[in-house]
């Protein structure tokens, strides 16, 4: 199982507490994620991915491992850590501001 942490405000909409437990084949990817938890949750379309491009939103960013994997290819297979559910696969909302 694939644990995934996202921020309030999709928890909100998905009305889930806390992380979210996902079903994932291999190899698990970004985007392989994003597939379950759009299935899982369908409200959620559109809100970390565009509807027509599946591009991320600006202002949407993922981590693996304590490391910021937004701008790699959301294809690539992500580490073992979060393919075994050992460490969340994380959205995090981008935090701007002066």
Do not use: W, Y
Not at 1 to 14: K, N, Y
Not at 40 to 53: A, E
Not at 57 to 76: G, L
């Amino acid at each position: 199982m694939i644990r995934v942490s996202m921020p309030l405000h999709l928890r909100t909409l998905a009305n889930v507490d806390g992380e979210v437990l996902l079903e994932v084949a291999v190899p698990v990817t970004t985007n392989s994620i994003l597939d379950a938890l759009e299935a899982k949750f369908p409200m959620l379309c559109g809100t970390v991915r565009d509807h027509v491009t599946r591009e991320r939103r600006p202002r949407v960013r993922f981590f693996a491992v304590q490391e910021d994997i937004t701008h790699d290819s959301p294809d690539a297979p992500l580490p073992a850590a979060i393919a075994n559910g050992d460490t969340p696969f994380m959205i995090v909302g981008a935090i701007s501001g002066g």
